[in-house]
């Protein structure tokens, strides 16, 4: 293999990711991500020569990604939150720019409201715990925990929490049912649950259906059974004052959505919020 330039080694990934119908952006990340360095710094190195050792292992894995569809982000073992790099792995679903919206939500309003201090949110179905985290680390006043049903899962997020030495407090198991257990009486209940139906799943991507763990991804009833087990787990908390409850929905969601928050808390405030490509995303609601 010959000594090759920046650009000549991105024009070869640009065409073989074309070849196989894959997004172009990908041979510059993963080039970034072997020559570790910065987005800015990059784009200044085109004719610099890239040494034969990072040609070989970048090569190889726009291969990879090319032949199989492995998430960029499993290749390189990041993606970057709210400004934020978080490992992942196999078993957390990848974040998504929409969940960031999600997270800016929960800040905004408990900075808008009057909840007192410390107040007291749980992230439901944590995964990587970039939810969590980010909340921890932007609201000083915030007692943060977090739960998952799956433990490998949980590894990751506190592997996550400590890299970024954010105090969040995880437990194992089914939605809601640990700080039940715990009797934790949260003011704000914020979740991006699995969402997909089951018959949508050949419609999706094979980077996504194939490597995204599937219990992060798809729920039964139509993909409403998560939110109809989270709400109905919060009902069961002791109540008090205001809560909210903020979830991430799929774009065809918020009729339903909003119907089971109201059989379960008809006098609540619900709101349905767009997302930065004008879908709805977000419910949130005032219990």
């Known amino acids: ?30 080039l970034q991500h072997h020559l570790q360095v910065a987005r800015s710094h ?20 726009v291969k990879e990604h090319a032949f199989t569809g492995v998430p960029v982000q499993h290749l390189t073992g990041y993606e970057y939150f709210y400004g934020r790099r978080f490992q992942v792995n196999q078993h957390v679903l990848i974040p998504r720019p929409e969940t960031e919206e999600l997270v800016e939500h929960v800040i905004q309003q408990v900075r808008k409201k009057c909840f007192p201090s410390p107040i007291t949110i749980v ?3 944590t995964g990587s715990g970039v939810i969590a985290i980010t909340l921890a680390l932007e609201l000083s006043n915030a007692i943060i925990y977090a739960t998952d049903i799956s433990t490998t899962a949980l590894q990751m997020a506190k592997k996550n929490a400590e890299i970024h030495q954010a105090s969040v407090h995880f437990s194992q198991g089914d939605f809601l049912r640990p700080i039940c257990e715990q009797r934790i009486n949260p003011h704000i209940i914020v979740s991006n649950p699995p969402y997909i139906k089951e018959a949508d799943k050949e419609g999706l991507l094979d980077t996504v259906k194939n490597y995204d763990p599937a219990i992060a991804l798809f729920a039964n009833r ?3 059974e998560a939110y109809e087990k989270i709400i109905s787990q919060t009902k069961k908390l ?8 903020c979830f991430e929905i799929g774009y065809d969601q918020a009729t339903a959505v909003t119907s089971l928050i109201n059989q379960q808390f008809p006098y609540s405030e619900i709101k349905t919020i767009k997302d930065i490509n004008n879908r709805d995303r977000i419910i949130s609601a005032q219990l």
């Open 1 to 30: 293999m010959a000594i090759e330039k920046q650009y000549e080694v991105l024009s070869w990934a640009f065409s073989f990711l074309k070849k196989y119908n894959r997004e172009e952006k990908v041979a510059e990340i993963l």
């Open 42 to 61: 990059f784009y200044t190195m085109m004719q610099e020569e890239v040494p034969l050792v990072v040609q070989e292992k970048f090569k190889a894995d």
């Open 123 to 125: 992230d439901i179905g």
């Open 238 to 245: 002791e109540e008090f004052g205001e809560r909210l409850l």
């Open 222 to 224: 139509n993909g409403l």
